[in-house]
């Protein structure tokens, strides 16, 4: 079946530093991706995606690609804020299945 | 308003008591969800429905019983809860299901004493 890895967490980080989140996957035929995020107290937001092989997802000045021959999709991002704190799902949809989302990775951004 | 909404935001009940967890879906979408996240485990998909028809129960035990009267609503109702139900409950929707992107409610936190 389906599956998304990502790194355990939590990831500490100081102000301005890089961020780098592994996700990779298992999966037949050919998924969408997603990275979606989770602010304290509240649900998931979509952050990113991307629909096909050597797509690059970008928002908010982060940004991942699609890498069918590594199956991953990393999320980075050049300088993280205090605001970026969060826990960070990856996620993958197949057509005519349903959506996998990985474990998550907590995220602290430290002033 | 927009979005996806879910009331209420925290709920705390009784081993014993009857409860509802209401969602709504201010998108177009046809298809809806209902998500346990717990801490330390993954999401857990618990139901989808999709054009009001429930398309998927991931084995979810019969104390929790879902409603979908329309494309934009969806409920669950809860009875004689256990401790190991509190959890946080999202909705979500999207276009259809088993394709698109998915659309989050900013859940209820529910606590079972």
């Known amino acids: 079946g389906n599956s998304v890895t990502q790194m355990e967490g939590p990831v500490t980080l100081s102000e301005e530093a890089f961020l780098t989140i592994n996700c990779t996957y298992t999966?037949?035929?050919?998924?969408?991706l997603f990275w979606y995020v989770q602010y304290p107290g509240e649900g998931l937001q979509l952050l990113l995606k991307?629909?096909?092989?050597?797509d690059k997802g970008s928002n908010k000045g982060f940004e991942a690609t699609y890498r069918k021959e590594t199956t991953s999709f990393h999320l980075e991002k050049g300088s993280v804020q205090v605001s970026d704190s969060a826990v960070y799902f990856c996620?993958?949809?197949?057509?005519?299945?349903?959506?996998?989302f990985g474990p998550g990775t907590r995220l602290s951004v430290l002033p | 308003e927009t979005g996806v909404t879910q009331t209420p935001r925290h709920l705390v009940m009784g081993m014993t008591n009857k409860k509802s967890l209401k969602c709504e879906q201010h998108?177009?979408?046809?298809?809806m969800y209902w998500y346990k996240q717990s801490a330390k485990k993954p999401l857990e998909l618990m139901f989808v429905?999709?054009?009001?028809?429930?398309?998927e129960n991931n084995s979810v035990p019969s104390r929790f019983s879902p409603e979908c009267p329309n494309s934009s609503h969806l409920f669950l109702h809860l009875h004689t809860l256990q401790p190991e139900d509190s959890a946080l409950y999202l909705c979500?929707?999207?276009?259809?299901?088993?394709?698109?992107?998915?659309?989050f409610g900013p859940g209820t936190r529910l606590t079972v004493t």
């Open positions: 979500a929707s999207s276009v259809r299901d088993q394709a698109e992107e998915q659309y």
């Open positions: 991307a629909t096909k092989a050597d």
């Open positions: 996620a993958l949809v197949n057509y005519g299945q349903n959506f996998v």
């Open positions: 998108l177009g979408h046809n298809a």
């Open positions: 429905y999709n054009f009001k028809e429930q398309t």
């Open positions: 999966a037949t035929g050919y998924p969408s």
